[in-house]
Nanobody, 113 residues
Framework: QVQLVESGGGLVQAGGSLRLSCAASRRIFISNTMGWYRQAPGKQRELVATFTRSGRTNYADSVKGRFAISRDSAENTVYLQMNSLKPEDTAVYYC???????WGQGTEVTVSS
């Protein structure tokens, strides 16, 4: 059973933007810090951004000022708005319900130079 459904990845030129979405069940959405992580080829999975239930956000230094995480309680969806994309942002991006330890299936983002 897929509990986190991601969408929005794709191919974009450097400097462009993409918005990723992660839809969850209501129970998961209200019970978890929701996060976005990414894994580039040959590298370990790393934190991109998190959004706690109390509304705090946290970002990796590499994306501060370019990416924004948000939550839509009406849609039980977490978004990652990615602006000023760089080739080094190329990775598979995963949504995670941190408290439950649940991962989405991943969505691929490729940034061409």
């Amino acid at each position: 059973q897929v509990q986190l459904v991601e969408s929005g990845g794709g191919l974009v030129q450097a400097g462009g933007s993409l918005r990723l979405s992660c839809a969850a069940s209501r129970r998961i959405f209200i019970s978890n810090t929701m996060g976005w992580y990414r894994q580039a080829p040959g590298k370990q999975r790393e934190l991109v951004a998190t959004f706690t239930r109390s509304g705090r956000t946290n970002y990796a230094d590499s994306v501060k000022g370019r990416f924004a995480i948000s939550r839509d309680s009406a849609e039980n969806t977490v978004y990652l708005q990615m602006n000023s994309l760089k080739p080094e942002d190329t990775a598979v991006y995963y949504c995670r319900a941190d408290d439950f330890g649940l991962w989405g299936q991943g969505t691929e983002v490729t940034v061409s130079s």
